[in-house]
């Protein structure tokens, strides 16, 4: 097994990112070297380059990823050169509290809070211009091959269509995961989703598969809400538009306040919003949006101990490399439509046009 050199996506400080020729060492015991075929741009990885999520610079950004397995190192026996895979920014160790746990899942060889960007041995697998580049979440998926542990892939169906099924290894499994496994939205309940870009769509598409009868969208960006409607979304609001506090203009809406509230930006108001919309009695708040390290927020005390529910959810609460095979098999089999999430396709050489259609909110 050799060094290979190919194109990556580096993060050198913040807000810059560029393509660069890298150097990329072969898998060491326990891990994969993967050819990617394919990756999504989530807003965790714009968060991290911008410096809001706190990762080491240099850094290759992604991990919204799906590719081919190039080559492994030894002792790897759940995969071999050729299978198609996912990569997974929360690893599956199955020896943890978490793993071991029938509901965790944020294993504790992950490397998302705090994040080392280094493999489990402390070192990197990436060098540029004679430099050490980190890694992201252990996954980096902006580059042409990268290498991740074994604990960090899922081996998915021959027949997956790449392009698409890269986004269930974060978008989907975060999103509709949240809807349809986290919290398991109950037919005819009511919900309210704040932000609508693709996390914020893959929960709107949970909430219409589980049978939701109303399911409203808040966002500031108003060009979001015709797809949102499209996906499922009964009622949008644009909380800049509104005279009131949003949560009110939900109480309002609603009578009593929803059943379901989802927060996937990543802002403390949002989530103090979205617990302030819930029913009082039996309301559950779900936290999907990851928020920059020291934030802190505050609840009404007194209204705490009436019932309600504040909840997180990391990729939907599944079991990583036990569930996202499942839920590429059911893309596969016309169980869930993942199609409507993805809006643009772009080579990897125009990664920054991406990022433009990204940041324009047209994504």
Known sequence: QDTITCLAAIAWKKNSLSLEKVQVEPPKAGEVRIKMTSTGICASDDHAIKGIISLKYPFIPGHEGAGIVES?????????????VLTLAVPQCRECSACLHPKGNFCEKQDVIPSSG??????????????KIYHSFRTSTFTEYTVVPEISVAKIDAAAPMDKICIISCEVATGYGAAVHSTKVTPGSTCVVFG????????????????????????????????ARALGVTDCLNPSNLKKPVQE???????????????????????????????????????????????????????VFTGR????????????????????TAYLQNKINIDPLITHQLPFDQLHKAFKVYHAGKA
């Open 249 to 303: 203009v939900v109480k309002e809406m609603t009578g009593t306040g929803v059943d379901f509230a989802f927060e996937a930006i990543g802002l403390t108001e949002t989530m103090v919003a979205a617990w302030e919309s819930c029913n009082l009695s039996h309301g559950i708040c779900i936290i999907t949006g990851v928020s920059s390290p020291n934030l802190k927020f505050s609840l009404s005390a007194q209204t």
């Open 72 to 84: 492994i190192g030894e002792g790897v026996s759940s995969v071999k050169p050729g299978d198609k």
């Open 196 to 227: 609508l870009g693709g996390i914020g769509s893959a929960i709107v598409m949970g909430c219409k598969d589980s049978g939701a009868s109303r399911i409203i969208g808040v966002d500031i960006n108003e060009e979001k809400f015709p797809r």
């Open 118 to 131: 280094l493999m489990l041995d402390g070192t990197s697998r990436f060098t540029c211009k004679g430099e």
């Open 309 to 328: 529910t504040l909840k997180g959810a990391c990729l939907g609460d599944y079991k990583t490399r036990d569930c996202f095979p499942q839920l590429v």
